[in-house]
T-cell receptor, first 111, second 115 residues
Framework: SQQGEEDPQALSIQEGENATMNCSYK?????LQWYRQNSGRGLVHLIL?????REKHSGRLRVTLDTSKKSSSLLITASRAADTASYFC???????????FGRGTSLIVHP | DTEVTQTPKHLVMGMTNKKSLKCEQH?????MYWYKQKAKKPPELMFV???????INESVPSRFSPECPNSSLLNLHLHALQPEDSALYLC??????????????FGQGTRLTVV
């Protein structure tokens, strides 16, 4: 069953703008991961944030985690047309460290 | 080498055919996974292998039969599939099932069409 739910389901922005996607989940987690998927292709791991971490950065990506609200956000700064893809959050919880995916956000960056 | 390689990339098969999907990784990962993804949906877990043993079967129909011949290879044997089984099949691997804070590496998937 799906654990994470991304919001918005679709996001359309201009190149250079920032893109923010949110993920909410229902149960306590071990960690939360963000993946990118280009149309019809495999998933690329972007960043993992542990349950005891609040913020992580990787290049133009910034991920925050608020365990009290059971939510995470992914910020892509200075977006590029090449960032056009679907973005999924995946959580692991309990004794299972297998990622369970949310429904994803479809991001379109217009050049 | 941080790649998970899946073959074939595309597969069209009839409902009476038998085919196999293959997945290979050389990262020394001991956990390997099959996911199924329908269009505009998230990946859904099918099977997990840990140390070459089937650890999780998410109530997948028996027309899907996984096999892990060794720690680097994972197969998915297909037989008597239905058109609704058409989907992107993704293979993934991670250091070990149950290893905390380990990322999963995904292959590019096999786009399966059942006619």
């Amino acid at each position: 069953s799906q654990q994470g739910e991304e919001d918005p389901q679709a996001l359309s922005i201009q190149e250079g703008e920032n893109a923010t996607m949110n993920c909410s989940y229902k149960t306590s987690i071990n960690n939360l991961q963000w993946y990118r998927q280009n149309s019809g292709r495999g998933l690329v791991h972007l960043i993992l944030i542990r349950s005891n971490e609040r913020e992580k950065h990787s290049g133009r990506l910034r991920v925050t985690l608020d365990t009290s609200k059971k939510s995470s956000s992914l910020l892509i700064t200075a977006s590029r047309a090449a960032d056009t893809a679907s973005y999924f959050c995946a959580t692991t919880s309990g004794g299972s460290y297998i990622p369970t995916f949310g429904r994803g956000t479809s991001l379109i960056v217009h050049p | 080498d941080t790649e998970v390689t899946q073959t074939p990339k595309h597969l069209v098969m009839g409902m009476t055919n038998k085919k196999s999907l293959k997945c290979e990784q050389h990262m020394g990962h001991r956990a390997m996974y099959w996911y199924k993804q329908k269009a505009k949906k998230p990946p859904e877990l099918m099977f997990v292998y840990s140390y070459e043993k089937l650890s999780i079967n998410e109530s997948v129909p028996s027309r899907f039969s996984p096999e892990c011949p060794n720690s680097s290879l994972l197969n998915l044997h297909l037989h008597a599939l239905q058109p609704e089984d058409s989907a992107l099949y993704l293979c993934a691997s991670s250091q070990a099932w149950g290893a905390k804070d380990t990322e999963a590496f995904f292959g590019q998937g096999t786009r399966l069409t059942v006619v």
